[in-house]
């Protein structure tokens, strides 16, 4: 079946340097996606979100890519810091439905 | 303003046990989703409630049912409560079709 799938489980970063996590999407229909940030012991915390007829959104310090062709997603950090360091999810909603579908996550880990 | 606000925080059972857990919404929302997340793995969606009814569901058996109250809060039971039922329960909230959806810290349950 079609499913949201990350490229890598874990990324580990220098502080300050810029993160790129990655999340593919198999369903073509799926037109919103949002990235979430998880730390231990809490739950998701919405970071920035996409809607199919865009390709680019900006917010602090994050920027999301969307690359309908090849069904893309990136979610990029800009100077990372290690409060940036948590499980990132990618998630896809198909129209019309309500059921939010997530990656199994990537695990960010920012060295001092 | 209180945000997603979920009882208990962590949960033992017995195997065979029934369990309900509790959440309520961010303020000013009206649709509670429940996921269930197990360790190393994105959230999985099991039903959203609006208007106190349950609007859609996942892919998860009928021992698992839910409630929403009058004043938006909610409730998941999980009936006959199975070891691989040990995950951790996510309760999100958000207004009506808003896709943007805000998360509670969750219920560790775990089944012994």
């Known amino acids: 079946g079609e499913s949201v799938g990350l490229h890598l489980p874990t990324l580990s970063v220098q502080e300050g340097d810029n993160s790129i996590i990655n999340c593919a999407y198999s369903n073509s229909a799926s037109d919103y996606f949002i990235w979430y940030k998880q730390e231990s012991g809490k739950g998701p915390q919405f970071i920035i979100d996409?809607?199919?007829?865009?390709d680019k959104r900006q917010g602090q310090r994050v920027t999301v890519l969307l690359n309908k062709t090849v069904k893309h997603l990136s979610l990029q950090i800009a100077a990372t810091q290690p409060g940036d360091s948590a499980v990132y999810f990618c998630?896809?909603?198909?129209?019309?439905?309500?059921?939010?579908?997530f990656g199994a996550g990537t695990r960010l880990t920012v060295k001092p | 303003d209180a945000g997603v606000t979920q009882s208990p925080t962590h949960l033992i059972k017995t195997r065979g046990q029934q369990v309900t857990l509790r959440c309520s919404p961010k303020?000013?929302?009206?649709?509670v989703s429940w996921y269930q997340q197990a360790l190393g793995q994105g959230p999985q969606f099991i039903f959203q409630y609006y208007e106190e009814e349950e609007r859609q569901r996942g892919n998860f058996p009928d021992r698992f049912s839910g409630h929403q109250f009058p004043n938006y809060s909610s409730e998941l039971n999980v009936n006959a409560l199975l070891l691989g039922d040990s995950a951790l329960y996510l309760c999100?909230?958000?207004?009506?079709?808003?896709?943007?959806?805000?998360f509670g810290q969750g219920t560790r349950l775990t089944v012994v």
């Open positions: 999100a909230s958000s207004f009506n079709t808003d896709t943007e959806a805000f």
């Open positions: 998630a896809e909603f198909l129209p019309n439905n309500n059921d939010m579908r």
């Open positions: 303020s000013g929302h009206d649709t």
């Open positions: 996409i809607r199919s007829n865009m």
